[in-house]
């Protein structure tokens, strides 16, 4: 293999991956589950409209900022940038109090408000940082799209560690619970001549498994495994089956049963090539003969019980070799102090 | 290109009772497993390359006049088919390649 | 050969944009049985098929199939594309048949990703 994906898309500039996707559908429903108040700065530095353009001065230049709003007794009457500040020292008239310069249409936003709302307001009004009032229009804090993008920022990293603990705990799951024998099982009720949904059980039965840590060859074989089963239950039971998934530290179990109308003649079956499939399950790609076949090749073991008339019983086992033991098995390996 | 160079160069076995393949010249190919695909899509004298081993196959074959039969993967038609192909005058080769190779290969000589 | 070059070969049109990552692509498959696809396919490979329903697509999330492309302008429907683009399966339409695209790909050094029946490779 020449090059990653990740070189490649390294050198070429890189379109958008599903993840990327996915990770800005989050930011977007961020902005709309995060609340101004989360994200805003609550240290607010407002001046009086009684003091001076000076004044203004020193506040902007001390604390770096580009504008403060103007509170007299409590009550927000305006606000005041660099740009008021501009007009007065172009006049040279930084004695005047500040009421002489600054704007009076105060527009602002409500604590309680989502995060999209300010973006909003940034984007039509182009003013940089809005002052934020509570429900009785009292002034609460200041937000700044900098606010902004650091909230967003500190709620992905706090879902990421949460998924990421999620992950260890399913990985470690039987490593945590103590008992002589620990086993995970999956049970799915699989419909007669369901071909829509053929193959669902067995598509959540791979995810679970590489969910818990599985190897991609380990919930492949799995996979393949289950699903040729799936299908049998849809192609040929008169009314459907169950599809059990058992996971243990040291194997898998896959188990189908039915309740007829049974292989009158299991060695027939397991003939490559063999079967009774009809048109329908044809024209699928299955029943070709080859479902039992495969399923062989995938597992350690394969039983089947069966009868003419019979219901019918499908066992297939894989046994994990220590490399593929994904959920951190307690067999053997006792912790000292325990 | 010959039937007979094609047999050579691919390996292939003759199932069906050989016959002078050298006068055989297939004239390109067809891929596919889904018998009413070929019954459409398969012309006369075409080479046509199919995993399928079973009955219908010498019927759709001879329907179509294909040139031969290449089963891939080793596929073993049970006797009956063979003796169905040599009564109709289809020809069965096998090989345990892949279709996908064969097909390659069949393109790569210039059957297309 | 990258999935881009892959489409390039079978003139194929993308029918779920939002799954197109250029993948490795590391071998080719062409069949119409799924069973046959479950039993052969190496993962990583591009699987040409005839077929075109939603089992391709299950099947291919079974396989690890990288990518499916459906033959002779087979439409699959809404509810393959939304499962493929879920499994992260891109999905490509060609006008052209098997034969044809297994032989352009082959030529195109895009080799079997098949496993020889009986074990062994030329």
């Not at chain 1, 009720?189 to 969910?211: E, T, W, Y």
């Not at chain 2, 390359?49 to 196959?57: D, E, G, K, S």
Request: proline share 4%; net charge neutral.
């Amino acid at each position: 293999m020449s090059n990653t994906i990740q070189e490649e898309f390294g050198r070429k500039g890189r379109p958008i991956t599903d993840v990327d996707a996915q990770e800005i559908t989050r930011i977007e429903e961020l902005s709309y589950d995060l609340r101004i108040f989360e994200v805003m700065s609550r240290e607010v530095f407002s001046l009086s409209s009684k003091q001076t353009m000076r004044d203004v001065i020193d506040l902007l230049r001390i604390r770096r900022i580009s504008g403060a709003p103007v509170v007299d007794d409590g009550e927000l009457v305006g606000v005041i940038s660099t740009e008021d500040l501009m007009r007065a020292l172009t006049q040279n008239d930084l004695e005047s109090p500040i009421r002489k310069y600054m704007a009076v249409n105060v527009i602002t936003v409500k604590s309680y408000e989502p995060v999209v709302k300010a973006l909003e307001t940034f984007t039509r009004t182009n003013i940089g940082r809005l002052p934020v009032t509570n429900e009785n229009d009292e002034l609460v804090g200041m937000i700044t799209k900098g606010d902004i993008t650091r909230g967003v920022l500190v709620a992905i990293r706090k879902d990421y560690k949460e998924e990421e603990i999620r992950r260890y705990r399913v990985r470690h799951l039987f490593e945590d619970i103590t008992s002589d024998r620990t086993s995970l099982t999956l049970r799915y009720k699989i419909k007669p001549r369901d071909f829509v949904n053929g193959g669902q059980a067995s598509s959540h039965i791979k995810r679970a498994m590489l969910r818990l840590g599985a190897t991609a060859q380990l919930a492949r074989q799995c996979g393949i495994a289950v699903y040729e089963a799936e299908m049998n239950l849809i192609i040929h039971t008169t009314n459907g089956g169950i599809l059990r998934v058992q996971i243990e530290p040291h194997r898998i179990l896959m188990q189908t049963t039915d309740d007829g109308p049974g292989i009158p003649d299991v060695n027939k079956a397991l003939q490559p090539g063999w079967s009774t499939a009809p048109q329908e399950a044809r024209s699928m790609g299955f029943g070709a003969g080859m479902g039992l076949v495969n399923i062989k090749s995938c597992v350690d073991k394969m039983e089947i019980f069966s009868g003419a008339g019979k219901g019918t019983r499908l066992m297939m086992e894989i046994h994990l070799r220590p490399n593929e033991k994904f959920m951190a098995s307690t067999e053997g390996t006792q912790k000292p102090g325990i | 290109m010959t039937l007979q160079e094609i047999i050579a160069k691919l390996n292939l076995t003759v199932l069906t009772t050989p016959r002078d393949f050298s006068t055989v010249t297939p004239q390109g190919g067809y891929a596919s497993d889904l018998l009413s695909c070929v019954m459409a899509g398969a012309q006369p004298d075409n080479v046509w390359v199919t995993l399928q081993a079973h009955m219908n196959v010498v019927a759709v074959a001879a329907l179509r006049e294909v040139a031969a039969v290449i089963i891939t993967e080793n596929a073993q038609p049970e006797p009956d088919v063979i003796a169905k192909a040599n009564d109709q005058n289809v020809t069965l080769l096998s090989t345990s390649a892949p279709s996908y190779e064969v097909v390659g290969r069949l393109w790569e000589m210039g059957i297309r | 050969m990258k999935l881009s070059e892959i489409i390039k070969h079978v003139q194929g049109k993308v029918l779920n944009p939002d799954v197109l990552i250029d993948y490795e692509i590391i071998g080719g498959c062409g069949a119409d049985l799924m069973s046959d696809v479950l039993a052969v396919v190496k993962p990583g490979a591009v699987l040409l098929t005839g077929l075109c329903n939603v089992q391709v697509v299950r099947t291919a999330q079974m396989a690890d199939v990288r990518a499916i492309v459906f033959l002779r302008g087979k439409q699959p429907t809404r509810e393959m594309i939304d499962l493929a683009t879920q499994e992260n399966i891109p999905l490509i339409s060609s006008r052209k048949g098997m034969f044809e695209l297994c032989g352009r790909l082959y030529c195109a050094g895009l080799h079997s990703f098949e496993t020889n029946m009986n074990g062994t490779h030329e």
